[in-house]
């Protein structure tokens, strides 16, 4: 398996500067151009991003389970009912604006909800829905 | 070792004494499972609960552990077994001599990873709680991250210190403290 380097060049950057400063949209572009190497046509979008967001995946969690279907509000985790802030960055801006916090909770999520890692397309079609998400 | 030989060579008596009392064996093998647990447990949602409930339980052991070392039997009271940095020189150097330095209860070496141990444990179940109870954001994340896998790496040097104890002293450190007894360092030479 090829690994392209811009994507060890990212998970360098994410081991060594875990607080490096980003926005959302930059994380955003940086999913779907990793996305483009396996499918050049890939655009993000946020209908599959929803999608991908509230189904099941095969298992008992769908991201929607701690995170709800209106991620611009407060969410509950499934297993200890602790409050979540809200995902959605135009509800919360602290939200996808670090690079190792990003690439940590997309690793244990993904394997929570999706039993796997998700693929970068995955990545930026949910990160396109939240983004759209008020 | 020797229980076992005395047998075979038709001594019934067995020439060991008490040196763990059962509260502190317990402790021990208790923290050993919580905190394995908790390790187990860390990386995922699902388990959140139950890595919660083994750091609560870590904290409870710990919280013993401090007053059953001052209260405690003779060799469970960290007064018998803490010396400073020159006993811990001392005994490292006859180690590496090759006459090791016999203490029936922990080695100074020991005590020192002892402490390491106890320290670490308490932060990282704090900070856990801390964290739980978001009394604080991503620092905190980062710092209760950073003890546990200090109190792993200092579980690692406590292994390989019962290794080589067990090795240089030819006696089982694992099973003494299962059963609690050790030879008797009158009836051996």
Same mark, same amino acid.
């Given at each position: 398996m090829?690994?392209?380097?811009?994507?060890?060049?990212?998970?360098?950057?994410?081991?060594?500067? /875990?607080?490096?400063?980003?926005? /959302?949209?930059?994380?955003?572009?940086?999913?779907?151009?990793?996305a483009r190497q396996a499918d050049t046509a890939f655009a993000a979008s946020a209908a599959r991003g929803r999608a991908f967001f509230s189904a099941s995946h095969g298992g008992e969690w769908s991201c929607a389970s701690c995170h709800t279907e209106k991620p611009g509000t407060p969410g509950r985790h499934a297993a200890t009912g602790k409050a979540i802030s809200p995902l959605a960055p135009a509800a919360n801006p602290d939200r996808f604006t670090s690079a190792g916090k990003v690439e940590k909770w997309f690793r244990r999520n993904c394997n929570d909800v999706a039993g796997r890692a998700c693929t970068a397309g995955e990545k930026a079609d949910v990160l396109a829905w939240l983004l759209a998400a008020k | 070792m020797s229980a076992l030989l005395h047998e075979q060579a038709g001594v019934v008596e067995p020439r060991t004494v008490k040196v763990w009392d059962i509260a502190i064996r317990a402790f021990h093998w208790?923290?050993?499972?919580?905190?394995?647990?908790?390790?187990?447990?860390?990386?995922?949602?699902?388990?959140?609960?139950?890595?919660?409930?083994?750091?609560?339980?870590?904290?409870?052991?710990?919280?013993?552990?401090?007053?059953?070392?001052?209260?405690?039997?003779?060799?469970? $009271?960290?007064?018998?077994?803490?010396?400073? =940095?020159?006993?811990?020189?001392?005994y490292l150097r006859t180690l590496l001599s090759g006459r090791p330095e016999r203490h029936l209860g922990h080695n100074p070496a020991g005590a020192v990873a002892i402490v390491a141990m106890l320290s670490l444990a308490a932060l990282a179940g704090l900070s856990g709680w801390a964290l739980y109870e978001d009394l604080g954001g991503e620092w905190l994340e980062e710092t209760h991250e950073f003890l546990a896998g200090a109190m792993l790496a200092a579980v690692g040097v406590h292994l390989a210190g019962v290794a080589v104890a067990s090795w240089l002293h030819r006696e089982n450190l694992v099973r003494a403290m299962?059963?609690? $007894?050790?030879?008797? =360092?009158?009836?051996t030479p």
């Open positions: 090829r690994i392209p380097p811009f994507v060890l060049a990212a998970f360098a950057l994410a081991a060594v500067l /875990p607080t490096v400063a980003a926005t /959302p949209a930059q994380f955003l572009d940086a999913f779907a151009r990793e | 208790s923290i050993a499972l919580c905190f394995a647990g908790a390790w187990l447990t860390a990386e995922s949602e699902r388990y959140r609960d139950i890595h919660v409930l083994l750091g609560y339980t870590v904290l409870g052991l710990v919280a013993f552990r401090l007053l059953w070392g001052v209260v405690g039997t003779r060799h469970a $009271r960290f007064a018998n077994f803490v010396r400073g =940095p020159a006993a811990v020189a001392h299962l059963t609690g $007894r050790k030879d008797d =360092p009158r009836a």
